[in-house]
Antibody, heavy 121, light 108 residues
Framework: QVQLVQSGAEVKMPGASMKVSCKPS????????LHWVRQAPGQGLEWMGR????????DYAQKFRGRVTMTRDTSINTAYMDLSALRSDDTAVYYC??????????????WGQGTLVTVSS | EVLLTQSPATLSLSPGERATLSCRAS??????LAWYQQKPGQAPRLLIY???NRATGIPARFSGSGSGTDFTLTISSLEPEDFAVYYC??????????FGQGTKLEIK
């Protein structure tokens, strides 16, 4: 069955960088776009961007451009999301999510379990 | 950026009742709209995509309707496991995907 397993919770200092990994299984890694969505405590969902695991091409929400980098390693079927210059309002649960279609639709049919990143001094 | 406004913020109903949740877009998103269910401590779950198509494994009591700027998620007869937060999501405005602020469906 399809699963997306993310790395564990982290605590970061303001100004530092974070890197969250997402390892899908149960399907062809390069066949579906992966998206990153975050959720601040008690708040709603916010789309951050996407990566095409086949080509490595990325698209980022304007809000995060310049601070976010999404990559993948096809040798180990893992995707990564780096966010730099962290602020307290970056404290959130970060999710990776699979696009439901190989041609990308913007709908997310499988999600990782989420990674809580806390930014605090 | 397309703003999605969900109403009501909280909906209090009893099991067996019909739930109607609304999502209004600030500009037309055609039918590029999805609904997700989220329970505490869990990732969201895709219920409806393209405004009215049920995702794989979603019970028939969930239905979606609408196009353009006004959308509705209907749960025909609430089951105990349906009490959760529901989000609408548009993927028409590329690359500015946005979500609504959520509707909490609680047990009355």
């Amino acid at each position: 069955q399809v699963q997306l397993v993310q790395s564990g919770a982290e605590v970061k200092m303001p100004g530092a960088s974070m890197k969250v990994s997402c390892k899908p299984s149960g399907y062809t890694f390069t066949g579906y776009y992966l998206h990153w969505v975050r959720q601040a405590p008690g708040q709603g969902l916010e789309w951050m961007g996407r990566i095409n695991p086949h080509s490595g091409d990325t698209d980022y929400a304007q809000k995060f451009r310049g601070r976010v980098t999404m990559t993948r390693d096809t040798s180990i079927n893992t995707a990564y999301m780096d966010l730099s210059a962290l602020r307290s309002d970056d404290t959130a649960v970060y999710y990776c999510a699979r696009d439901r279609s190989g041609t990308t639709t913007g709908y997310f049919d499988y999600w990782g379990q989420g990674t809580l990143v806390t930014v605090s001094s | 950026e397309v703003l999605l406004t969900q109403s009501p913020a909280t909906l209090s109903l009893s099991p067996g009742e019909r739930a109607t949740l609304s999502c209004r877009a600030s500009q037309s998103v055609s039918n590029y709209l999805a609904w997700y269910q989220q329970k505490p401590g869990q990732a969201p779950r895709l219920l409806i995509y393209d405004a009215s198509n049920r995702a794989t494994g979603i019970p028939a009591r969930f239905s979606g309707s609408g196009s353009g700027t006004d959308f509705t998620l209907t749960i025909s007869s609430l089951e105990p496991e349906d009490f959760a937060v529901y989000y609408c999501h548009q993927c028409s405005d590329w690359p500015m995907y946005t979500f609504g602020q959520g509707t909490k469906l609680e047990i009355k």
